[in-house]
């Protein structure tokens, strides 16, 4: 706690940088670069438990024979191209890679839970190689990163626990409206004077409190909440995208490492195929972030997450 205060005090002393001081050589914060080393620890400790426990499966009687048979699954390849379509949208936008990966996986008949395993599984990887992506090209906000840390932590755990009592389906209309009326807004901007605001945001750590949950309870929703309702209120959608991305990573291991882990070992295939397909993509979209100016971006957040919405909404209300 001691260390998180004075990595806090050390973002809120330190002076934002420019927005054209945004290229790989700028010397990150210390709490950027713990992250990021942190990140980096993570990822390879996972990977090699998933190799290993894809490798000794007992579907194949050998390790060779598996990598062969995978190779030529149509299913796997089929997982590999919605990971990286799914992970380009979510690194570049901030949202929508549950949406897309869960609905192939529910369409090649894996069961509702199998589906959110898998998916969060592969968020682990995707979500740390497009945040560490993020950080390394100057898209985070060291200061809006960690006041979405801790709160955004916390929601996804109590999520995770309180789904059990609650039905987290039924706060998907409400969401969906919300988030068609924040998607209709930002349309809206993009058509004016673009001033992107100098204060600080507000409310940051509630915000951050309730996407956490709505992700957990919810099926998903971090990107959704969280870069809608900031960059509808006038934030940089280049760092709000990249801060939001990062401490995704950090809000998939609070909320869905431990029962990930147990999944059974029919849908590793299609995580494998997820996972591969994403980590291509998750560079590439912190580039096109960085890249694009800021009425493109507001026009692309804006049309993809009313159009999610209303789509959700449909669904909620055929349901």
């Known amino acids: 706690m001691k260390l ?8 809120e002393q330190s ?4 927005l054209t001081q945004t290229s790989a050589a700028i010397a990150q914060p210390l709490v950027i670069r713990l992250a990021m080393g942190f990140t980096s620890l993570v990822l390879l400790t996972l990977t090699v438990f998933v190799v290993g426990r894809f490798l000794i499966t007992n579907d194949s009687s050998s390790a060779l024979s598996l990598i062969d048979q995978t190779l030529s699954d ?24 549950g949406v897309t990966s869960t609905t192939f996986l529910l369409s090649a008949g894996a069961t509702p839970a199998m589906a959110s395993a898998s998916v969060h599984i592969a968020e682990i990887f995707t979500t740390g190689v497009s945040g560490f992506s993020h950080a390394k090209v100057g898209n985070v906000n060291k200061k809006l990163f960690l006041r979405l840390l801790v709160p955004g932590m916390i929601g996804a755990v ?16 409400f969401i969906s409206a919300y988030l068609l009326i924040m998607g209709i807004y930002i349309l809206s901007k993009a058509w004016r004077k673009i001033t992107p ?3 600080e945001p507000k409310h940051v750590g ?3 409190l309730f996407g956490g949950f709505v992700d957990s309870a919810g099926g998903g929703g971090w990107g959704p909440v969280v870069t809608t309702s900031l960059v509808g209120s006038g934030n940089d959608p280049r760092t709000t995208i990249g801060s939001v991305n990062f401490a995704e990573f950090f809000l998939a291991l609070a909320g869905a490492a431990s029962f990930t882990l147990m999944v059974g070992t029919g849908v590793w295939v299609l995580v494998l195929g997820l996972v591969i397909g994403g980590l291509f993509a998750a560079p590439f979209a912190a580039m096109v972030t960085q890249r694009l100016k800021t009425r493109t971006l507001l026009l692309l957040v804006g049309t993809l997450i009313s159009v999610v919405s209303i789509f959700n909404l449909y669904k909620a209300l055929l349901a």
């Open 74 to 97: 149509k299913m796997f390849w089929s997982a590999v191209a919605v990971g990286f379509l799914a992970q380009a949208i979510d690194g570049a936008l901030g949202m929508a890679y």
């Open 4 to 11: 998180y205060r004075k990595l806090f005090t050390e973002a």
């Open 206 to 208: 509630k915000l951050a």
């Open 15 to 18: 002076p934002p940088l420019p």
């Open 197 to 199: 605001r100098i204060d």
């Open 158 to 173: 109590l999520g995770a626990v309180l789904i059990t009592q609650v039905d987290g389906k039924a706060m998907k209309p």
